[in-house]
């Protein structure tokens, strides 16, 4: 079964910066595109950040472009999500998962991990 396990969240000050880690069960996965979704309280989820298979190309929503960096390292079947200047806006529950396509903020799964909470105070 797939599994996706994200971790790294925490309570952070606004301009602070944290570093997500998402861990892939699947070897498969190291050919699919990857992405971070992000789920605010009373808000639906939201595309943040994604990448291709080899991490060559990224992709980002507009509110963290120039903030937070997609990366992987497909030999630890990982995925990052480095945040810097965090904003309380950016305070949610952070989710992994494949792509459909890179440059596509679709969900190839209808499976989530437990995802890692970020909270960001002022």
């Known amino acids: 079964q797939v599994q996706l396990v994200e971790s790294g969240g925490g309570l952070v000050q606004a301009g602070g910066s944290l570093r997500l880690s998402c861990v892939f069960s699947?070897?498969?996965?190291?050919?699919?595109?990857m992405g971070w979704f992000r789920q605010a309280p009373g808000k639906e989820r939201e595309f943040v950040a994604g990448?291709?298979?080899?991490?060559?190309?990224?992709d980002y929503g507009d509110s963290v472009k120039g903030r937070f960096t997609i990366s992987r390292d497909n030999s630890k079947n990982t995925v990052y999500l480095q945040m810097n200047n965090l904003k309380r806006e950016d305070t949610a529950v952070y989710y992994c998962?494949?792509?459909?396509?890179?440059?596509?903020?679709?969900?190839?799964?209808?499976?989530w991990g437990q995802g890692t909470q970020v909270t960001v105070s002022s």
């Open positions: 998962n494949a792509l459909v396509l890179f440059g596509r903020p679709t969900p190839r799964y209808n499976l």
């Open positions: 699947e070897r498969t996965f190291t050919s699919y595109p």
């Open positions: 990448l291709n298979w080899s991490g060559a190309e990224t």
